[in-house]
């Protein structure tokens, strides 16, 4: 199975802020990677698709970026919404589709 | 408005039985791959199982293959995880998902989840 890395774990971070998540599979997936988003006691929401494609209804301040094993997701200017827990998915070679352990993005 | 409304959830002891249901609506479920993913308390996102369209083709991660068996109702536009055997490592949210944008495909629609604890 191809194990994705995420760092790092935990980031605070102020409002306006910009941030960089990072994301490192364990072989080259392309661009088969997705971002996702959650909330405590909510569902995942899908940010970012193929790697750096805005999922309809996203705020453009975020934005990815990577391929092959590198991955990035960057928020522009952080907004108190975008405090949450960010999740990056491989589905380069599935089943089974893997995930990252999660950065949490805290308030500083 | 695509919603997937997730039922089931509950305590069960180690070694029982449960089934989870996913009603969806608001798209033409019979046209789409769907999977569960899992989340345990506190940790992270787990890939559990999916099936095709049609039911015909399913898979499954390791830790739960021989145990947990997916299935679908294109007539009642309801998807299904029988879990059986179960262990306290199971005990997790479970999610179901539809797969979107065909080999480079996402889960754009998620259900709310169903907490399954197991325990004596």
């Known amino acids: 199975d191809i194990q994705m890395t995420q760092s790092p774990s935990s980031l605070s971070a102020s409002v306006g802020d910009r941030v960089t998540l990072t994301c490192r599979a364990s072989?080259?997936?392309?661009?088969?990677l997705n971002w996702y988003q959650q909330k405590p006691g909510k569902a995942p929401r899908l940010l970012i698709y193929a790697a750096s494609n805005l999922q309809r209804g996203v705020p453009s301040r975020f934005s990815g970026s990577g391929s092959g094993t590198d991955f990035t997701l960057t928020i522009s200017s952080l907004q108190p919404e975008d405090f949450a827990t960010y999740y990056c998915q491989q589905n380069y070679v599935a089943p089974p589709d893997t995930f990252g352990q999660g950065t949490k993005l805290e308030i500083k | 408005e695509v919603q997937l409304v997730q039922s089931g959830g509950a305590v069960i002891q180690p070694g029982g039985s449960l089934r989870l249901s996913c009603e969806a609506s608001g798209f033409l479920f019979s046209s789409y791959w769907m999977h569960w993913v899992r989340q345990a308390p506190g940790k992270g996102l787990e890939w559990v199982s999916r099936?095709?369209?049609?039911?015909?083709?399913?898979d499954y991660a390791d830790a739960v293959k021989g145990r947990f068996s997916i299935s679908r109702d294109n007539a009642k536009n309801t998807l299904y995880l029988q879990m059986g055997r179960l262990r306290a490592e199971d005990t997790a949210i479970y999610y179901c998902t539809r797969e979107f944008g065909g080999r480079m495909y996402y889960f754009d629609y998620w259900g709310q989840g169903s907490l399954v604890t197991v325990s004596s």
């Open positions: 099936t095709n369209a049609d039911g015909r083709i399913t």
């Open positions: 072989q080259s997936i392309s661009t088969y």
